[in-house]
């Protein structure tokens, strides 16, 4: 019945539960003798061979796998339908179904005779629970960045903004043009109006601008326009609160 002298790992296109057994428990240097043996039932398996535990285990998961309709199986070979009575010694597994049922139940285990190396180095697939936390998480991620995006935008708005105005009134007093009472007036409260925006909120309490007080604001723009004429950090700081007064005065 058994082809005892073949090779270990030749493909087959259908095998018999204890060559499954034994080539599953990498015991192929010992098959002549486990085949001799006699009974392959998973409890005689354990008796003569205690020191392989993994053979009587292996046979006991494949007679559980068939009586459970979890593996298709055949005789002599030859398919049957599911549910037929064959003895032990003479069910066949064919090849691709053995595969399959090895992929789907024991994902972990790639045995030489039925993965090859590519396979064996490949990943485990993982789980639909294990994909659908990566996909929730990576959902959570875009959110994020979506958000940290429309801050960004926003931040540039604002900017721009000051830096509009940083020019204008550069610009001034380049020129030396004397500034009236009105535009005096007018540039404080330009001044405090963006300050209240930049360091305000939305309704839905996110900040407008990354700049969480006057010192940091104040600290930025002299670090990176300082040598500007009229751009220091007192210059700043009298500017800002003359506006932050325009503001609440009006």
Not at 21 to 34: E, F, G, K, T, Y
Not at 45 to 55: D, E, K, R, T, V
Not at 202 to 221: A, H, M, R
């Amino acid at each position: 019945m058994y082809d005892k002298g073949e090779c270990e790992y030749s493909f087959k296109p259908f095998y018999y539960l204890i060559e499954v057994a034994i080539r599953w428990s990498q015991l192929q240097d010992h098959q002549l003798r486990i085949l001799r043996s006699g009974n392959h039932s998973p409890r005689r398996l354990s008796i003569a061979f205690p020191h392989w535990p993994h053979l009587s285990q292996s046979m006991e998961k494949l007679i559980d796998a068939i009586a459970n309709d979890d593996l298709a199986y055949g005789e002599l070979g030859v398919s049957v339908t599911r549910g037929t009575r064959v003895p032990q010694d003479l069910i066949t597994i064919r090849h691709h179904d053995l595969k399959a049922w090895m992929t789907q139940f024991f994902p972990e285990e790639k045995p030489p005779f039925l993965f090859d190396a590519l396979e064996r180095s490949a990943h485990t697939a993982i789980s639909i629970e294990a994909f659908q936390v990566m996909k929730a998480e990576l959902l959570a991620l875009r959110i994020q960045l979506a958000e940290a995006e429309k801050r960004r935008a926003q931040q540039d708005e604002v900017n721009s903004t000051v830096l509009v105005e940083r020019d204008r009134l550069r610009m001034m007093i380049e020129e030396q043009s004397p500034l009236s009472e009105r535009s005096v007036c007018s540039y404080e409260s330009v001044i405090g109006a963006m300050l209240q925006v930049i360091f305000g909120q939305t309704p839905t309490g996110k900040p407008y601008s990354v700049f969480e007080n006057q010192e940091s604001l104040v600290t930025t723009i002299v670090a990176h326009c300082g040598h500007v004429r009229g751009i220091s950090k007192r210059s700043l700081d009298n500017k800002f609160a003359a506006g932050r007064r325009r503001v609440k005065d009006t």
